[in-house]
Structures are given as C-alpha cells and as structure tokens.
C-alpha cells in the first residue's frame, strides 16, 4: 500500500499501474474508452484526486485479513472519515489493489436494499 502511495505522491504511473491487479486496468480502461480518453490519463486523474484529499501522505490502516491469494485492508476515507475495505489480489507474487472488486461490492450493496 505504501509503494502505491508513493507512486501516487510522484504520480508515477508506471508504478501505480504495477500496483493495480489485471482487473483494475482493465476497469480503467473500460473507463478511458467510455470517456474517450487513455488509461494514462485515467490514472492521472486518480492520482491528483488521492494527492488532493490524502494531503497527509499515507491514509490511517486497520484490520488487515488474509485467505489464501486474497485479501482486503480497512482504509479510513478522508472525506467521509469512515472505514472502506479495500480487497487485494495476490498476481505474479505480488499483493495488487483490486479496485474492481471494491466497485461490484459497492454495486452488490445498492442494489441489496432495492431488491428487498
């Protein structure tokens, strides 16, 4: 996480896109074609958003939980001031941010109180 923060901070791309699983690149550039732009500027675009809300550097960690090639990490919002569970990916050895995960189960959770 804190290699992702730095990328972020430096906004080097090559590097947040090293941190990034398989999933999320292609989330962001499902996002990039919709909007008629690159991924590069997709990610960019994450970046001065992170840089302009984290002013702080590295947000506040909790609850780290691990199950095999999976894992998810409790991030404290700095705009919201809650907690989001942030799920990773373990590819090519690496743990990996899988934002796209985080996206369906933000979907999952609207759709639960319209489908009751």
Do not use: H
């Not at 090293?18 to 991924?39: D, H, P, R, V, Y």
């Not at 947000?59 to 990490?73: K, P, V, W």
């Amino acid at each position: 996480m804190n290699s992702q923060v730095a990328a972020m901070q430096k906004n080097d791309l090559t590097a947040m896109r090293s941190n990034f699983s398989q999933g999320t690149l292609k989330m962001f550039e499902k996002a990039a074609q919709a909007q008629k732009i690159s991924s590069d500027e997709v990610l960019a675009s994450i970046s001065r958003q992170n840089n302009a809300t984290n002013k702080e550097g590295a947000a506040e960690t909790r609850n780290e939980q691990i199950i095999g090639d999976a894992a998810t990490l409790e991030i404290k919002n700095p705009v919201t001031g809650g907690w989001d569970k942030i799920p990773f990916v373990k590819e090519e050895g690496r743990w990996k941010i899988a934002l796209d995960k985080f996206m369906e189960d933000i979907l999952k959770q609207t759709e639960e109180p319209a489908a009751q």
